[in-house]
């Protein structure tokens, strides 16, 4: 049996791939961002204007700009771009001058790294937190008295926030180092 419908087969389809393509074609608002670390206050003009033209020529639409900790000793350039230092606000305003120059858009993160706006004016328990637990494997079926352990404490700061009892799945608890074998 021949297929007669070729024609039409090849239009359609000629014409579904062209329809597409626009619809699917990248701009400004798809093209996606990076985080741009400034690691150590090693930042240059050169250095800046490199990494902008590579994101340019590798499809990226912004960049986050992110300092993360202080120089080095020795530092990694002389001089050293500080964070809110002159020398830093001219880094940041020449980035910002490159970004507008190859239509890259540009963000600034709040803080330096991860730490979100910190200070020594924060303490732990106005800090970030971390979550942590214990565990007691107990035989029920009576009342008792117990002292859950402690877990860890991060710069001497720990709160409970919820004690959860509930029933272990059969064979909980046993190991090789609490089963004691039975040679027969």
């Known amino acids: 049996m021949k297929f007669k419908g070729w ?10 791939t062209t ?7 990248q701009n400004d608002t798809t093209k996606p961002w990076v985080l741009w670390y400034w690691m150590q206050a090693g930042v240059s003009k050169p250095g800046i204007t490199a990494d902008l033209e590579a994101m340019k020529a590798a499809g990226i ?6 300092s993360v900790k202080g120089a080095t000793n020795p530092p990694l350039f002389d001089p050293p771009a500080q ?3 002159p020398h830093w606000w001219d880094m940041v305003m020449f980035a910002m ?21 910190g200070g020594p ?20 079926g009576k009342q008792t008295k117990l002292r859950l352990a402690q877990p860890e404490t991060i710069e001497g700061y720990y709160k409970d926030i919820a004690v959860y009892a509930y029933p272990s799945l059969e064979g909980t608890g046993r190991n090789t180092r609490t089963l004691i074998p039975t040679v027969s």
């Open 97 to 117: 001058e490159e970004a507008k120059r190859l239509n890259l858009q540009m963000g600034m993160h709040v803080s330096d790294g991860f730490a979100l706006a």
């Open 61 to 66: 639409g912004g960049a986050y700009l992110v």
């Open 7 to 16: 024609k039409a087969l090849l239009i359609l389809s000629i014409f579904c």
């Open 121 to 140: 004016w924060i303490t732990p328990e106005l800090s970030m937190q971390k979550v942590v637990s214990s565990q007691l494997h107990i035989n029920g």
């Open 83 to 85: 964070q809110l230092s």
């Open 19 to 25: 329809a597409v393509l626009p619809v699917c074609a």
